[in-house]
Structures are given as structure tokens and as C-alpha cells.
């Protein structure tokens, strides 16, 4: 086989490619010899191999992407069929060569090169921890995180997921929690259209995969990536009655690793190795290292790690965390978690919107939009979700669909406040407590500084105002989103009247900067 | 002099008397003998006594109170103009008698006798604790918490706190917090018309009271008394400029002697130690403890005792303290503390409605209605106050005066809903904890049940109400004060419809009995 035949799109991915409007690959210039792939964008290499044997296991492929002093070496993947893969992002602009290593001859020694050409608009890269505490995406745009959830929109009908891409497409949420292997949980009683493990009865064979639920995912993913949605991908959970949260520890690395082969050169995946891991009782803590470690090793591009708990807060100060994604609602602890463990907090469940009978579900739109603002105050993120009651029982949550509730739009309108915010230069957003109370969150650059007054509503103020700059100031309701510009300017130790309001925003803005 | 003279009000009393229509001392029947009292309203023995050497330090007098097996000694204080005095609180119905102890031959072996009849109605006598965790009159009406805080009313003009009484009296509010020394602070800048010691220039004579300052608290008092309002009275605080938290030992200990004997007779008093005793620089914790010996040594009638805090909570399981009087926001914590101290748990303070620039003192009337929801569905009691901005600078929190807010009316409704829960039957206010948060109180003779929803909106829920009884639901709208019956009856595993709005509480009835 020659290097044309055997880099190519696969079957599922044109037909995503084509649904979606991927940009990969571009047209071949005139000017290059091979194909061309926007950076960070993923290239697929696919190789006919040994059709005997269990390919899944028996067969070991990996290749080595160079570009000039820098290479990556990949797991590869058998995807059924017959066709083996191998999945690569590359994240410079420029040629890069790449050979195979297998132990079946026919796909051992393979090599081949390809042109990685500038991204088009809207491709940003992958996300990564930027200044400490915050996001930010591999060309330098800050990334302001905005989390949502639908646990289980992967198991859905069709319409049900098309409906979830188009819901997000026009909400404010810019990642979602998503689990790789099915739900049982209440509303979630029902069987997956595919496993992940071919299955009879109640026995599953952990010998080998299912290509075609994998590569289900695969589109989800990439459907997530065109619409600019980091896919946060849950890889256990214990919400199972298939047997996938006690499986053997063999079967546990091979699907880890076969998950990462898949999905890691995707620019949008983050990894989540569980949502409530302590709730997975046949896992021991020396399991949960394990997994760490398999996914740090094997995801060749340091795509974002952490872990969700229910009961045991997780140690988030350990290195392979890049972040803490919290199961908590205890908003007024953002400030302190964040300067014990230096890393971005992210709450990733602080209870959802909703009206259903469980307490975690049944939060006012204005108290899940209240724990955004308490989390961006603090200087960290909050995560959304959405449980009404409906009668297909259809809950965003889980299944996606549509979202019933009036959070989303408050939210929507803190997120722009803070990418402005974020777009007035770099440096970390700083943190600033007032007596006993999380209010304040602050530029340390001093362009912009902002408070939030919870259900506090004092009619004045006073606030230490960087010295030398002036600043305008607007007072910003967050129920109302009526947004107030206060009459003066504000230098040095300032005294504000205020409205006088709960739910209220202070937010002093540099005069010519921000 | 003979038992008629030396029985008599003293013209300050007169004074109040007539100006409070208090009930003692009835008028003598003629089948009894000498002066009969109201059980629970206070005697008064007036002596005369030395005019020569310090009369407040050198001479000491007491009094032991006996009826039938039971005998109670008090002590004297000396009242100014030659009037020695002696308080007794009869908390029995029947012929006492009395005789005095002093080191001065003129007042020592005095005796005499009194009939005490039954109380008029109103007077349900001192509080105390009940059930563990509650409150309760001597005549064994329960008594709901409810308390506000004007801590330096008594330093305001007649006209405030004339107003203040008013106010009080058609509030909800059932408790006063207010220092018996006057207060320096934000709001409070002026010097007090008189002085609890005679003071010249910065200098105050410690070795004398200022008998003038007292009485004018007495009244105060005992006006609170009249309109069933209990006052918690504060011993030491730390906002002071005139050197009253800095008192030699054995100033304290005598002023606190002298106060108790002043005081301790009127059935409305509750004593706390301190506000914020921690910021008391010059008190040990060895002060505190011999503070709260003498207390609860010097007086006769067991009042309750406790001690507010800033920073450092108070171990409330100590002995002295009867129930615990926190400062404290963490509404969420109540129901362990009042499991961990196994007291009442009374949030004495936890921030103030209003719109002052301090985060203590800006809370939205729905934030401080919120707090008394959240206590009173943990078996634990809330305190009100209210900093509100004013033209003439006067703040109900520290200086009495009118409520402006529109917490009262809401907590008066709460107050209102408690107290016919109460009145259902005896037994203690349970807690139900559901997951994570505080949300639900019963009383465990099953009579009444209720929820607090807070800021969850469920549109359903299932209640497991106690077997073998029927029960009427209602759902309360603790913002709006909307009641709404719930068509039909509910029992054992109850699954019940909600509106699904936030700030709701559900109660549930025993049919027939509540």
C-alpha cells in the first residue's frame, strides 16, 4: 500500500466530516506534495492489518510523529473491519513525518509526511491551564469556562442528540460533562442502542470492542468540536447495571488506552476519570492512581485531567490533576480551594436548575445562577445542569434536548461580562474577601475590578481603588441583568453610592482601557 | 422602723409603676395580714440603712427568702440617699418570709412576711429551658424565640426610647439583646447622659456606682417586662472609650454583683456575659469563667445565661452557659451544633437587614427572613436586627427607635406558625436532614410536620410521615406569605404535587389535632 492509500478518511469519519463541515483535510495545494491539515486539527492514518487473531488485543501499532526536533509517539487502534488507526493533532504549522512501529509486519515500518497548514477561523486549539487559577486555548485566546451536563446524551435517540448539538450551538455553555459508557440511574432506565463490549445476555466479552459504539462517539465529539463545546469525558461512573464500573483491571487499562487512541488527537476532549469515583466501590484509590497514570502516559497532547467525587473530596493538589472539577456547594469554600491547591476550581456540580423531587435537581434558575457569580467572584468556574420534569421525560442533564429553564441566559450574560473582562490583558483574575463573606474578584493589572453583593444591599460603599488610574463605575443587577453606569469617576479610596439592592454587581472599569 | 415602712416602693419604682401599670404591689386584701405580690412580679425591701463610709463597698446586706421547706438568700444593693434595697422574684403562690444578713447593725435581722398570689394574667413568669433544645415560661406555655437587638437604646433619648417600647410592642419580636455599659462604635459617637460610675474628666470612681444610671436601666427593664419582651442583658463589650472593658477584677465582679442584685428579681432578664467577648483584649478566659460563677452563684432565680462571640465560638457545652447565643451566618451548621451542645441554639446574631456599607449590616429583608426559616427548620431560633440608614442617624440595631425594613412582617408570620405548632403538644422539635442540607423540622409526636424549601423549587416529593395518622397538607410561600391548602389527604409514603417555586415550606397536619 502506498503512503495515498493508506492515509485517507474513513468511512464514518467523511460521513461527519460531510454532516458537520469539518475542516480536515483541506484541499491538497498545488504547491504540496501530500495532504494538508489544519493545525490542531486531527489526522487519521488508516492501514489494512492482520485480519486473524483478536485484533483488538493481539496486535500492537503505535506511531511516531516528528516535526523538526519534537516528536510524538501515538497508540494506534483497530477499528474494525479490518482497519487499523492511528490519530495525531498536530500543533505546529509546518511538515511532519511519522513511522510506524506494529508487531504485524504489515503495519510495522510504515512512514509518510504531511503539511500542517495555519487553522482556519474558530479553531483555537486545544484548552490548557493558563496563569494558575484559569483556561486558556492553544492560540493564546483565553478560554472562560462554562460548563453544562448531559450525562447520558450519547444514549439517546438521533433527533434527541441533533437537538442537543443545536441547543448548545446557541447557549452560553462552552464544555460539556459527557459519560463514555452508558446510564442506570432514575430516569435513565433504559438499555443503549449499542454497548461498548460485544454482549450476550448479561455477560459481556471484555475480549475485544465495539467498533460502532466507539466510533458513535467519535462523531459526538467531533460534532461538539465544530461547535466550539469541549467534550468532558466521563471515563467510569457508577450509575451501571452492565458490569462496565467492576471490570477487571485488565479491561480497564485496555479500554483506557483504546479511549485515548480514539479520542485524544480531538482538540475539544478533556479527561474526567470518573464522576463520583468514591461511589465505584470496587475500585481502590491504587486503581484510581493507575488510571491517572495510563492517561497522562498514553494521551500524547496533555489534554485536561481531573476527577468528580460525591462524598470524599478528591486530593486535587496530586500532579496528574490539572484542575479540581468539584461535586460541591459549598461556593463560599472557591476562594480558599483554590489557594490551598493552585490550580483552577471548577464546580463542576453545584446542584442543577429544575423541579424534580431530588434535592440536587430542583435549584431556582436564580440560585444556579447566583453560584455562577459566587464561583466567578472567587475567581473560579461554576458548572450548570438542567433537571424539569417533562413529560418524555427528556432531562437535559442526562439526555440533552432542550433546555426549559431561565439560567442559561443569566448565565450567558455573566460569561460575556467576563470575557470582556479577560480581553482587557493578561495576568491572573486575583481574589478579594471582605470580612467574612466571598464578594470581590479583581484584575490584578487593576483594568477592571468587580464585586458581587449576593443578597447583601448596602446603598454605599468604599473601595481601595488602585492608586493612579481613574475609573468609571456601572452597577449591574444579576437577576434583572439591568446594567446601571454609576454618574462620576472613582480614583484612590472610593465612595459609591449604591442602589441599595440584593443580587447587585459593582464593576470599576480603567478610564481608556477596559 | 416597723415591716410597714420598710416594705415600700421606691420612688423611682413609683414612678415606673404608674407609668407601666405594673401589677405589684396589688392592693393588700383584707384577709391578708401585710402586702400581697403577683407570683413571678418582683418585692422590693426598702431599708434605711448607714449614711457614713462607702455604703456600696463597706456595707453588706442579704436576704433569705423561705417558703415552706424552700428558702432562697439574695443580695442587697445600696440604691443611693440612704435607701438600702433587697429584690425577691416569689415563684410560688403562698406566705413567704424573709429575713436579713448585714454588717450593719440597723439592717441586720430585719424579717417580715408577704402573701404572693397568682400571677395576673400576661405574667407566665421567667423563661427557661425546655425540652433540651427549647424555651419555655415558668407556667409551662412555651416560649418561641424571637428575638431583636437594640444594644445602646438605653443611652438614646426619652423620646427614642419611648418610641422603642412602642415599637417592640407591635412587633414579633420577643427577646431584646442590649448592653448594660454605653457603646462607642460606627453610628454611635456620642457620650451617654449619665454614667454607671461617677466620672471626672477621663477618670471614673470605681469604688461607688452611680445609682441614677441604674435605676434609669430598671426602668427600661422593666418596661420590656410589661410588654412581655425578655431583655438579654449584655455584662461587658468591647466597643467602649470609657474604660469599662478594662476594669480592674474586683470592679467587674462587684459591678456584676451589683447588677444581679439590681436585676436578677425581674422575671424578664436572661443575662449574656459578653458581645463578643473575644475582642476584649484585657479578659482571660480565667475572667470569663469566674464572670460566669458569680452569675450563675449571685443569682437566686437561675436566669438563662450565655455569651455571645466574634471570631472565637464559645465552647457552649460548658456547664454555666444554658443555651448558646452564637454570632454566626453558617445557618447550615445548626442542627449539628444543637446536637453537639445538646442546648438551644439561638442565632443571636447572623448579620442584620439593612443597606450600611458593613457586610453585617446589609442583608435584603428576604436574607434575614431566609436565616429564621433556616434556624427555625433546625429546632433552633433566629435573632433579627435592622441598619437601615437614616437622616437622624438612628439605627434600630443599636439605638431603637422604628422598624423600617420588611423582615418583621415575615418573621412575625414564622413566629405565628411556630406557635401553633407548639401549642399543638409537648415534646421536642425534631430534625430531618435530607442529603446535604437542612431543610426539615417535625415534631416527633408526628402532630405537625413541616419543610423548608429554601431555595429549591421541587414540583413533587415524597414525605414518610409517621404510620397510622392522616394528615392536611399546606404550602407556604415564605416570601409572598401565601398559604395554599393541598387538595386531599396524605399518609404513610406520602407523594405530594408542589407548585415548584422557590422559598416554599410544607406543613403538614394531623388531621384532627393540629
Redesign the interface.
Known amino acids: 500500500m502506498n503512503r495515498r492509500d493508506m492515509i485517507k478518511l474513513s468511512s464514518f469519519a467523511a460521513a461527519a466530516a460531510s454532516a458537520a463541515s469539518l475542516p480536515e483535510p483541506v484541499e491538497a495545494q498545488d504547491s504540496q506534495p501530500g495532504p494538508s491539515y489544519g493545525r490542531w486539527d486531527h489526522v487519521e492514518l488508516d492501514f489494512e492489518g492482520p485480519a486473524e487473531g483478536n485484533r483488538f488485543i493481539d496486535v500492537t501499532l503505535s506511531a511516531t510523529f516528528q516535526y523538526l526536533h519534537r516528536s510524538i509517539t501515538v497508540q494506534g487502534f483497530y477499528d474494525g473491519e479490518g482497519s487499523y488507526k492511528v490519530r495525531f493533532m498536530p500543533d505546529e504549522v509546518g511538515v511532519w513525518t511519522w513511522t510506524t512501529v506494529s508487531n504485524a509486519p504489515a503495519l510495522n515500518g510504515q512512514s509518510g509526511s504531511f503539511e500542517c497548514v495555519p487553522a482556519q477561523p474558530g479553531n483555537r486549539g486545544p484548552v490548557s491551564v493558563r496563569d494558575s487559577y484559569h483556561f486558556g486555548y492553544a492560540d493564546g485566546t483565553p478560554f472562560v469556562e462554562c460548563g453544562t451536563t448531559c450525562y447520558a446524551w450519547a444514549f439517546q435517540s438521533e433527533a434527541t442528540q441533533k437537538q442537543t448539538i443545536e441547543t448548545l450551538s446557541s447557549s452560553p455553555f462552552n464544555k460539556l460533562r459527557m459519560c463514555l459508557f452508558p446510564k442506570w440511574y432514575q430516569h435513565n432506565r433504559k438499555e443503549p442502542p449499542m454497548y461498548p463490549f460485544p454482549r450476550s445476555g448479561e455477560t459481556n466479552d471484555y475480549s475485544t470492542f465495539n467498533p460502532a459504539y466507539f466510533q458513535h462517539l467519535d462523531r459526538l465529539i467531533l460534532e461538539l468540536r465544530r461547535i466550539g463545546v469541549q467534550a468532558d469525558l466521563i471515563l467510569f461512573h457508577p450509575y451501571d447495571k452492565w458490569g462496565y464500573q467492576s471490570m477487571p483491571a485488565e479491561v480497564d487499562d485496555r479500554y483506557l488506552r483504546y479511549v485515548i487512541a480514539r479520542f485524544s488527537a480531538f482538540r475539544n476532549v478533556w479527561w474526567s476519570l470518573a464522576n463520583e469515583y468514591d461511589l465505584l466501590r470496587d475500585k481502590s484509590s491504587a486503581d484510581w492512581d493507575r488510571f491517572a497514570r495510563i492517561v497522562a502516559e498514553y494521551d500524547g497532547f496533555d489534554h485536561l485531567r481531573s476527577i468528580h467525587y460525591c462524598f470524599h473530596q478528591y486530593e486535587y493538589t496530586r500532579g496528574w490533576c490539572t484542575h479540581a472539577g468539584v461535586q460541591d456547594?459549598r461556593m463560599e469554600m472557591a476562594a480558599s480551594w483554590r489557594a490551598d491547591w493552585r490550580k483552577p476550581v471548577v464546580f463542576d456540580e453545584c446542584k442543577y436548575e429544575?423541579?424534580?423531587?431530588?434535592?440536587?435537581g430542583?435549584?431556582?434558575a436564580?440560585?444556579m445562577t447566583?453560584r455562577f457569580w459566587l464561583a466567578a467572584a472567587q475567581g473560579t468556574y461554576c458548572g450548570h445542569g438542567e433537571t424539569y420534569?417533562s413529560p418524555e421525560d427528556i432531562l437535559w442533564w442526562s439526555h440533552g434536548g432542550v433546555l426549559h429553564g431561565q439560567s442559561p441566559a443569566k448565565i450567558a450574560f455573566l460569561r460575556q461580562l467576563l470575557e470582556e473582562t479577560i480581553a482587557v490583558g493578561p495576568g491572573p483574575i486575583g481574589f478579594t474577601a471582605?470580612?467574612?463573606?466571598p464578594?470581590g474578584a479583581r484584575r490584578p493589572n487593576g483594568a477592571v475590578i468587580f464585586y458581587y453583593f449576593d443578597?447583601?444591599?448596602?446603598?454605599?460603599?468604599?473601595y481601595f481603588l488602585p492608586e493612579g488610574k481613574t475609573y468609571t463605575a456601572e452597577y449591574i443587577n444579576t437577576v434583572t441583568l439591568a446594567r446601571t453606569p454609576l454618574p462620576g469617576e472613582y480614583s484612590g479610596t472610593a465612595e459609591v453610592k449604591l442602589p441599595?439592592?440584593?443580587w447587585g454587581s459593582l464593576w470599576f472599569r480603567e478610564k481608556g482601557i477596559a
Request: glycine residues 10%; hydrophobic residues 35%.
Open positions: 456547594s429544575g423541579n424534580i423531587a431530588s434535592r440536587w430542583n435549584l431556582s436564580d440560585a447566583r420534569l471582605i470580612a467574612d463573606d464578594v443578597e447583601h444591599q448596602a446603598a454605599e460603599g468604599t441599595g439592592t440584593p
